[in-house]
């Protein structure tokens, strides 16, 4: 007896599921499910060819017969929480869908009511949260809801309410963040998000590849300011003079780049290449010849004045003199500012840079190589490379390499 009670409930069970329409019509005493998961498969049906489209009063009638059997039937309240076609939604139907929310987390009409309901009533907090409540429990929800989330944060308010969802650390985090830096308009919002979970109590510091895209994708826009913030704040402590005397970051190469351009960007193709060996505190320039072009730049912040530059390149008597150059230009857009180039010159050098006051605050500083095609291939070491202001008037040995420099140009 115990064995055919238990076989018996295994298919009404099954029956409910599987063909509801069946179940509903037989009304065996056990099912009780029947009836509202039927209702929940025609309005499912329907809405995917209308997604406006309302309950019918047949599906609502329905929803009600097995809401009477089973309370906590997630299909009988999808159904009743939702306005029967041609009515306005009352409150008596919100509340249900918040006490159904409440007794299931995997109905995936519950969740897109949840979802639309709360975008309605531009409710953020709600909104985000019934979305990565989607996303855990289904994961075709996912892929449908991470490009609404990711393009959700460029709105106002949207870094306050993400904050503790994305500070929690959910599983569908990196999708999120892989999406959101494809999206421009949600750069600033996610660089100021990322910024908040380092704070208590979600603390998330770890620097990870998605970090230093979001920086490179905030730098591609032209957001300096915001690229600078958020690099600031996750990288090590040492990672720029924060004293202010030397303008550019890890001018002794004591580290390998993070966060490029706003640290060193290095090139790498068929005919020159750039590598820092942090040990030695330098960096590696090869180039073959005929190589032309960046070896290697920094995106800085200056303001108009004076600055010294300083530098240690090793000789390489196949390299000719003028083959190095330091150049400083603009990186805004429309900026008209000059360029200024300085002849890279073997040694411990010092040249005196002049940025004028244009309407330019951030600039490139870039290593050019020019070798004439039938050049030797060079292999030359850099170090000790830095940006500093000059507070006084330059010294005489400088003012001799200046004189020296602008000759050679």
């Not at 709360?118 to 996303?135: C, E, I, T, Y």
């Not at 008209?336 to 330019?360: D, F």
């Amino acid at each position: 007896m115990l064995a055919g009670g238990v076989a018996l409930s295994s298919h009404v069970i099954a029956t409910e599921v599987r063909a509801p329409a069946k179940s509903c019509a037989t009304q065996v005493p056990l099912s009780r499910g029947g009836c509202a998961n039927l209702a929940a498969a025609s309005y499912a049906a329907r809405r995917l060819k209308d997604p406006e489209t309302g309950v019918l009063k047949q599906e609502r009638q329905l929803a009600l017969r097995g809401y009477r059997a089973e309370p906590l039937s997630a299909s009988a309240l999808s159904i009743l929480s939702l306005p029967v076609k041609g009515q306005a939604k009352g409150g008596d139907q919100q509340a249900l869908l918040e006490l159904a929310g409440k007794v299931t987390r995997r109905n995936t009409l519950i969740n897109a009511q949840a979802i639309e309901a709360a975008g309605r009533r531009n409710d953020k907090q709600a909104f985000f949260r019934w979305l990565s409540r989607s996303m855990l429990t289904n994961n075709e929800a996912r892929k449908s809801y991470i490009g609404v989330m990711a393009r959700a944060t460029s709105m106002p308010g949207a870094v306050e309410a993400l904050a503790p969802v994305i500070g929690a650390g959910p599983n569908w985090a990196p999708d999120y963040w892989r999406n959101v830096i494809q999206f421009p308009p949600s750069l600033a919002n996610a660089a100021e998000l990322r910024i908040a979970i380092t704070r208590p109590p979600w603390r998330r510091t770890s620097i990870g590849e998605m970090d230093e895209r979001l920086v490179l994708g905030l730098v591609q826009y032209g957001q300096f300011d915001e690229a600078l913030a958020l690099a600031d704040r996750l990288a090590p402590a040492n990672w720029r003079d924060k004293a202010g005397a030397n303008r550019l970051i890890n001018g002794r190469f004591a580290a390998q780049p993070h966060f490029a351009p706003l640290d060193w960007e290095l090139a790498a193709t068929g005919n020159l290449g750039a590598s820092i060996e942090p040990a030695k505190k330098r960096v590696l320039i090869s180039a073959i010849g005929g190589a032309q072009g960046m070896t290697m730049r920094q995106l800085v912040r200056l303001s108009p004045g004076t600055y010294a530059l300083r530098w240690t390149l090793s000789d390489n008597p196949e390299m000719q003199k003028d083959a190095l150059r330091f150049r400083i230009f603009c990186a805004e857009v429309g900026g008209g500012a000059p360029s200024v180039i300085v002849p890279a010159l073997v040694g411990a050098q010092q040249a005196t840079v002049r940025i004028a006051n244009e309407k330019c605050e951030w600039r490139w500083l870039s290593l050019d190589i020019f070798l004439p095609d039938d050049a030797a291939g060079v292999d030359v070491y850099l170090s000790d490379v830095s940006l500093t202001p000059v507070l006084e008037a330059p010294l005489k040995s400088d003012a001799v390499i200046s004189s020296r420099l602008a000759d050679q140009i």
